[in-house]
C-alpha cells in the first residue's frame, strides 16, 4: 500500500557526495581519484582554450597570413533607388523609414544606389549616395542629403 507514511526517493536517485583528498585509507586518498601525471591530474590543467593541440604549434599559426584588414572600413547596408517606389511621393526617407519598410536590417549606415527607376519625387537622407542615384533623384526632383 502506498501513502504518505512510506514515500521514500526512488532507489538510485541519492548519492552519496564522493570525499576525496582525505588519506589514502579513504579510498579516494594520494591522487584523488585523478590517475597519476598528466593534464588532467594537474589543477587548472583540465580545460584547454580554444584552438590548443596539446603544445604543439596551432593550425591557425602554422598556416601563412596574407592580404590586409582595414579596421576602419565602413559597412553600407544596400538599398537600390527603384525599391524606393513603395514609398508615397513627397516623403521623408531616412535610415529609420527604410528599417520599418524592410529594405534594411541596420540603421548605421546606409547607401542608396542607382539600380533600376526611380518614378517619384522623394527627399531622401542617408549616409551615402552613388552617382546615377544621386542624378535619378535629382532628375525627378527629389533631394538627396548626406547625414553623418
Known sequence: MIGLYNLRPAKGSKHRK???GRGVSSGHGRTS???SKGQKSRSGDG???IGFEGGQVPI???????????QFRKEYEIV??????????DVEVTPTVLKEAGLVGTTKLVKILGVGE???SLTIKVAAFSRS??????AIGGKAEVIK
Open 47 to 49: 580545460a584547454k582554450k
Open 118 to 120: 526611380l518614378k517619384k
Open 60 to 70: 591557425f599559426k602554422r598556416i601563412p597570413k596574407r592580404g590586409f584588414t582595414n
Open 80 to 89: 537600390n533607388v527603384g525599391n524606393l517606389n513603395k514609398f508615397e511621393a
Open 133 to 138: 542615384a544621386l542624378e535619378k533623384i535629382q
Open 18 to 20: 564522493k570525499i576525496v
Open 33 to 35: 581519484t585523478r590517475g
